[in-house]
């Protein structure tokens, strides 16, 4: 019973690992968009926090490979990792953007943006640092803040655009704004997904 246990907190380890690496990710980029400099600084920092939360999700898989009793179901612990890897993905993906897009400065929207990743991405490692401690309604709690975060990034991605629109200046640059606007969108979209699955997980326990 003792391995089983050393093994449990192993799993809970790495998850709070990943989101605690993920969050540190999202500051990052926040204070890239807050930088009077160009983002593309930032960049290098932004995929060693990629590449080491490669190195924790793959550190999960082979865990789960190597036990046959895990804390919580063998899928949801899958899920969690793999849904969070694609959270800094999705930063990472964002911040090379500056890069391959050669977009020169950041705006209002992306300054909101990264806030909201900020606040999406600590109410994640708040959930997860709750689930060794079986404190289900608690994180449901927190999902519903995630879920809110999500529909904040909507609502600037419809803003963004409209104003795109609105007040059109280089066609060339404003398709690279929109490209932009799209894909942080999309990564608040990737922590909704990992609030889907708490929710999951939620319900499966309470």
């Known amino acids: ?3 089983g246990k050393k093994q449990d907190e192993d799993f809970y380890v790495l998850l709070t690992q990943s989101a605690e690496n993920t969050l540190q990710a999202a500051h990052v ?26 190195t924790i999700t793959h550190s999960v898989f082979r865990g789960l490979n190597k036990v046959f009793i895990t804390p919580i179901d063998r899928e949801d612990i899958l899920a969690l990792a793999a849904k969070m890897d694609d959270v800094i993905d999705g930063i990472e993906e ?37 689930l060794s401690k079986k404190k289900y309604m608690q994180i449901a709690e927190f999902t519903v803040k995630i879920n809110s975060m999500e529909n904040e990034g909507d609502k600037l991605l419809r803003q963004g655009i ?14 690279k704004l929109k490209e932009m606007y799209e894909q942080l969108e999309l990564t608040t979209d990737a922590c909704e997904n990992v609030a889907d699955i708490l929710d999951g997980i939620v319900l499966k326990y309470a």
């Open 162 to 175: 409209k104003d795109i629109f609105h007040n059109p200046k280089d066609p060339y640059h404003d398709f």
């Open 94 to 130: 964002c911040i090379a953007r500056f890069d391959y897009l050669n977009i020169q400065a950041t705006d209002h929207y992306m300054k909101e943006f990264s806030v909201v990743l900020v606040n999406a991405c600590q109410y994640i490692l708040d959930a997860i640092k709750l």
């Open 29 to 54: 980029f926040r204070q890239a968009m807050m930088s009077e400099g160009s983002p593309t600084a930032y960049q290098q920092e932004l995929r060693d926090l990629e590449h080491k939360g490669d």
């Open 1 to 3: 019973m003792a391995i």
